[in-house]
């Protein structure tokens, strides 16, 4: 199994030693470098070619995003992580801009990370759910689902199995609600996957936003056992 090699960056000493040790505990995750500065980061991901650089925002010397704008230009293979204490829309809006990989917030639980690093190195995008809201994302729409190849139609039931992860429920609530297994629900999520070119849970409501399917409006397409809970928000899938 490929290891995921990751340069942490984060100014708090105790904060970066503390991420060292979480990650030095899986069995597939190396720690290759730390830094404590954007200028010392950028040096050492070219220096020791990490395949995800996390990255705290707020440093001395160089800020966390000029450090991911120079990692973009000069290293794009390179995947950028996040992880900061701002729960602010600017921030999360110049890292997409940036084509960064994802943003994680300090306070989150230790799996969040440790599912965000793994995500992004496989290719995918992590971006926290509490930011990621459905206004954030009509406002991102043009962004386009990587890939130029026109997406092949969805059957009627991978239509609704799709509308069901886009509103949060969980492969065993999916199976429960259309009376099938949750090995079928995760053969239609890979093929849903396949025919759409959709591999992250960000993907998916951006997906969801264009069909008019978060909508309260549009809440009326759905049948009984696939209706949303008309009294609580869309919640963004934890995974896809």
């Excluded at 340069?7 to 970066?16: G, V």
């Excluded at 990587?146 to 999916?174: D, F, Q």
């Excluded at 996957?193 to 309260?216: D, F, I, M, P």
Aim: with cysteine; hydrophobic share 40%; proline share 4%.
């Amino acid at each position: 199994m490929k290891r995921i090699r990751v340069l942490l960056a984060d100014d708090h000493t105790a904060m970066r030693e503390a991420l060292a040790l979480l990650l030095k505990s899986q069995n597939d995750i190396d720690v290759v470098a730390e830094a404590a500065n954007g200028r010392e980061a950028c040096q050492k991901a070219r220096s020791f070619k990490p395949d995800v650089v996390v990255l705290d925002l707020s440093m001395p010397e160089m800020s966390g995003l000029k450090a991911a704008a120079i990692l973009q230009r000069d290293c794009p293979r390179i995947k950028v992580l996040a992880l900061t204490m701002h729960e602010d829309e600017s921030y999360l809006r110049e890292l997409v801009g940036m084509k960064a990989a994802g943003y994680v917030l300090k306070r989150a639980a230790s799996e969040e990370l440790l599912r965000a690093i793994r995500e992004v190195a496989s290719g995918g995008t992590h971006f926290d759910s509490t930011l990621v809201t459905t206004a954030f994302l009509e406002k991102l729409g043009e962004l386009a689902v990587p890939g130029n190849r026109l997406p092949r139609r969805l059957t009627e039931r991978e239509e609704a199995v799709l509308r069901l992860i886009a509103w949060g429920y969980t492969n065993r609530e999916i199976a429960a609600k259309l009376s099938l297994s949750v090995k079928t629900i995760e053969a239609y999520k890979v093929r849903i996957g396949r025919k759409q070119g959709l591999h992250s849970r960000t993907e998916v409501v951006r997906y969801a936003l264009r069909h008019g399917w978060l909508n309260a409006e549009e809440s009326g397409s759905f049948s009984e056992t696939e209706r949303p809970p008309s009294a609580n928000p869309p919640v963004l899938p934890t995974n896809f």
